[in-house]
């Protein structure tokens, strides 16, 4: 797969946005080694591209919850089941997917249910927003029937020889393109679905709390405890 040059644009001019906003139900999945970024971008995205979006934060701790701004605190809800959002359209934060979906065959029942869920999520225009730091952690039923986007930012390559085969050439290249760019005090993202070289401020309402949602959190017999 080749990667075309960097697509610089308006903000009004943003093909992957435009994208996600005409389509009912998506996942978007960003990919990253752990501190560089992802839940940031992606409450980032949630505030600025999405600010009349019903939110919804999977096994999210109350901590966190209470630590998003009141903008989006009052649009939120932690859910722990499919059937507490079905009825509306919800813009669904899966935070550190690998915690809940490594594998079909690790995941206890509830997430079991979760992953066939998501093959009629289309149903119920839902869209997704998941992080994960490499694409092997990431239960496949993840991907196999909604519409796919991702943001990749550069990785080490020995953690980019470790993406699903079918990614590691598109990283390798994503890593060669973003190393060839002058530095900046945001962090470069490229969507290969859209072609679209991304460089994205920080979010000024990020807080430890957000940061490191699951701080504390332990994890017994594919549970999480202490949230």
Partial sequence: ?????PRWFLLSDIILRDELHNRPSWVLSFYGAGGSGKTTLGLFLMDKWF???ELAFFRYPPKAMASLP??????????????????????VFLDDTALHFLSRQTSNKDNQDL???LTIARH??????????????VDKGLFESLDQFSLRCRMTDFQARTERP???DIQL????????LPETNGRYWYCMESGELFCFPGWPDMNESLS??????VVSNGQLERL
């Fill in 115 to 117: 992953v066939k869920q």
């Fill in 124 to 137: 119920n225009d839902q869209r997704f927003l998941i992080t994960a730091q490499n694409s092997i952690l």
């Fill in 1 to 5: 797969m080749t990667i075309s040059p």
């Fill in 166 to 168: 079918e990614f590691i």
């Fill in 212 to 217: 490191k949602p699951y701080q504390g959190v």
């Fill in 70 to 91: 009141d903008r989006m605190r009052r649009r939120s809800k932690s859910f722990t089941r499919m059937d507490q959002i079905i009825g509306s359209p919800h813009l």
């Fill in 173 to 180: 290249k994503v890593n060669d393109l973003i190393a060839s």
């Fill in 51 to 53: 600010p009349d979006d």
